[in-house]
Antibody
Framework: EVQLVESGGGLVQPGRSLRLSCVAS????????VSWVRQAPGKGLEWISF??????????EYAASVTGRFAVSRRDSNSIAYLQMNSLKTEDTGVYYC????????????????WGQGTLVTVSS | DIQMTQSPSTLSASVGDRVTITCRAS??????LAWYQQKPGKAPKLLIY???TLETGVPSRFSGSGSGTEFTLTISSLQPDDFATYYC?????????FGQGTTVEIK
């Protein structure tokens, strides 16, 4: 069974940093891309970052709202993905989901076929 | 960025009803569209990808159609477990935008 488990969320002051982790199991993690999607309280879903498998170069992409502040990485040997969040703003508050991403052939674009349970990040003074 | 607009925002229906949700893209996305179901306090769940391909394990009462800029998600006979919020998402280009969601509530 495919499982993704996020951790690392919590209450943090504006301007500070937080690192989220996503531990995967039940599939060959190194063969798949990973995306992070977030959801502000009572709001819709927002894609924020993507990392391709290291086998295919480990390409990363970010939404404009987090570019320059967030960094995604992965350690395939431990089936873990990370989201380093710096210079946090109050508008970064929400639930952060790690997702397995299935790609269109030859692109970095795809949909999210498996989701973790999410981890809540609250940015507040 | 490609904008995704869902309608209606909220839909009231009864068990057994046929339900249709529409998702419109601001430019052509071919058939690079997915649909997700989310229940309160839970992660979204993939229902359909490539506009009309049912994800494994999803009941056949769910179906998707469309291409270009207009898409629909249809539930042929609404079941109690289907009351939830539904999102479309394109993967045509970088923005990977979601629609704002459609909540299906009990009438």
């Amino acid at each position: 069974e495919v499982q993704l488990v996020e951790s690392g969320g919590g209450l943090v002051q504006p301007g500070r940093s937080l690192r989220l982790s996503c531990v995967a199991s039940g599939f060959r993690f190194g063969d798949f891309a990973v995306s992070w999607v977030r959801q502000a309280p009572g709001k819709g879903l927002e894609w924020i970052s993507f990392i391709r498998s290291n086998t295919y170069g480990g390409t990363t992409e970010y939404a404009a709202s987090v570019t320059g502040r967030f960094a995604v990485s992965r350690r395939d040997s431990n089936s873990i993905a990370y989201l380093q969040m710096n210079s946090l703003k109050t508008e970064d508050t929400g639930v952060y989901y790690c997702t397995r991403t299935l790609l269109r052939t030859g692109t970095d674009l795809g949909y999210f076929d498996s989701w973790g349970q999410g981890t809540l990040v609250t940015v507040s003074s | 960025d490609i904008q995704m607009t869902q309608s209606p925002s909220t839909l009231s229906a009864s068990v057994g009803d046929r339900v249709t949700i529409t998702c419109r893209a601001s430019q052509s996305i071919n058939d690079w569209l997915a649909w997700y179901q989310q229940k309160p306090g839970k992660a979204p769940k993939l229902l359909i990808y490539r506009a009309s391909t049912l994800e494994t394990g999803v009941p056949s009462r769910f179906s998707g159609s469309g291409s270009g800029t207009e898409f629909t998600l249809t539930i042929s006979s609404l079941q109690p477990d289907d009351f939830a919020t539904y999102y479309c998402q394109h993967y045509e280009n970088f923005s990977r935008t979601f629609g704002q969601g459609t909540t299906v509530e009990i009438k």
